[in-house]
């Protein structure tokens, strides 16, 4: 039986107890948040044995075989580090870490200690994501001619003035980007493969004199010689909605990475309309208790993180996925 932490009992910690929860060769033994309340409620919340405010606890506990990394962007990579020095495994919430020379770090480090890390990049794991890349794969898109992907959101004012981290450059180091956009770009870097940046622009205006980050930015990229254009925005009026469409001289196809996620439109060749169809029919796993719009795929990365800590499996998103984000986001806010 392995034993695994969770450092940050916050919004989205319970999608990793759910996850942890769901493999029957691991158990969870520690809430840790450094607001002891928290960390209380948590682990009363969830029937987790042992809660504590200190990090230091769950480090110098030889059992703890790994840990997820849920708090403010910021100090992602000091505890990323010290978990790792500690010999645990790691899975770190999005993204992996602020600087770039912190995420190289971050990777060597485990790499050199044997290790698993991980950033969290869930939307990896949908079944409709990993459908439209087989797709892509199997030439029903053929060449793409461009890319556009989106996100739409909203978020009130109290959503940052409410918390310790959000909206300041210091604890987030962006906002609409690096944090809501993070999973539409990211869905687009694996289907389009790497990206470059050619112009961005970053605004604030529905949360200025709220936030000191954007809530709006917008990107031209290139993958290859397709160009790919980003939009996001969390001061707009629809909660949550993700759009990427890729256009190619075979066949059109636009997703979300929404819960469930969709195909919305396919079309340009029988087989491609064939296999959405199939698609469409599919099953869909209802989502953990909490906030739907994060999906059901913690759930999937996770298992595959476990797998990778007991087999030293091949993760479908190893560290260098994280430091490739990070490397691209660092270049975007450069850009504007
Ligand atoms: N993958 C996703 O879909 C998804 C969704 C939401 C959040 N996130 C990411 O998860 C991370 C956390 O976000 P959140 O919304 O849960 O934040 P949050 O503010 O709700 O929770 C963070 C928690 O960490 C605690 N904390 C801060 N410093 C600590 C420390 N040194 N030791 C122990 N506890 C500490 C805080 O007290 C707080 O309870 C961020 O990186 C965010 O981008 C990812």
Known sequence: MSTHAIIGCGRVAPNHVDGFRALDDYELSWACDRDAVAAKQFAADHGIARWTSSVDDVLGDADVTS??????????????????????????EKPLCLAVSDAERLAELAASGDRVLSAVSQHRYDPVVLAVREWLDDGLLGRLLFVRTSLEASREPEYYTGSYWRGTRAGEGGSALINQGYHCLDVTRLLCGDLAVRAAIANTTALAGTIETEDTLVALLAAGVTPVTLQVTVGSTTQWRTRIELVGDRGTVSLDIDHPGAVHRATGNAELERRAEALRDREVEPPPPGIGYYGVSHRRQIADFAAAVRHRTPM???????VGMVRLLAELYAAT
Do not use: C, F, N, Y
């Open 67 to 92: 840990v997820s990394i849920a708090v403010d962007h910021a100090q992602h990579a000091r505890l990323a580090e010290r978990a790792l020095r500690a010999g645990k495994h790691v899975l770190v």
């Open 316 to 322: 479908a998103v190893p560290a260098g996925v994280g």
